[in-house]
């Protein structure tokens, strides 16, 4: 009985440990700008310890990326989501302190930081790299990939065809004073023919 006494200090202190991790959500209506205003990724500014996971939530309907660095300066290569879908999540675990900055690479005005504070508990030496199962985060920047290059090709199909529209309408134009000019011819003949007739009548 003692012994469990004596137990529920520490059970108390570990429970804030078990729900350590920061959940970030991407907001709702951040593919379009305005967001900026207040906040793209709310909190706008968190803060984690390292050794802990933070958790980016896309709660908007459209696909977004979590990408360190800045619009300005483009990726860092500390972390990067690489495109998720709405519903989504990315999570990620700092092995370092210090403060990051990150962006959505589509969505050049979502901007957030986190501060990872230190653990004294932490072994935050470098870890050899892991090769974590980057399947799906390929296949969709194959996707993403594909995408944009099937939109190139409609924007100059696109400019191909109004390009022909346009000779059309010119050669259309350039028919229509053909027309003008003949009919005006015609009607010259017609009345030149006219008068030779009455000559040869009287
Ligand atoms: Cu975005």
Redesign the pocket.
């Known amino acids: 009985m003692n012994k469990i006494l004596f137990l529920i200090p520490f059970l108390a202190l570990s429970v804030p440990f078990a729900f350590a991790d920061t959940t970030i959500d991407?907001v709702k209506g951040?593919?379009a700008p305005g967001c900026e205003m207040t906040e793209?990724y709310s909190p706008l500014h968190a803060k984690t310890t390292v050794g802990e996971k933070v958790i980016w939530k896309n709660t908007?309907t459209?696909?977004?990326?979590v990408t360190s660095g800045n619009p300005g300066d483009g990726p860092d290569g500390k972390f990067d989501s690489s495109l998720f879908m709405a519903g989504n999540s990315f999570v990620h675990k700092f092995e370092n302190a210090g403060t990051f900055d990150y962006f959505?690479?589509?969505?050049p005005w979502?901007i957030g930081s986190i501060m990872v504070e230190t653990d004294g508990n932490y072994d935050d030496r470098p870890k050899p790299p892991t090769t974590p199962s980057k399947h799906d985060d390929d296949s969709l920047k194959a996707e993403n990939q594909k995408l944009k290059e099937q939109i190139r090709d409609l924007k100059l199909e696109n400019k191909q065809l109004k390009n022909r529209i346009d000779s059309l309408n010119s050669e259309i134009e350039s028919l229509k004073e053909q027309i003008v000019s003949m009919s005006g011819e015609f009607v010259k003949m017609i009345t030149q023919l006219n008068e030779w007739f009455r000559s040869q009548l009287n």
Request: net charge negative; aromatic share 0%.
């Open positions: 991407v951040s593919g793209c908007d459209a696909a977004h990326t959505c690479m589509v969505h979502m």
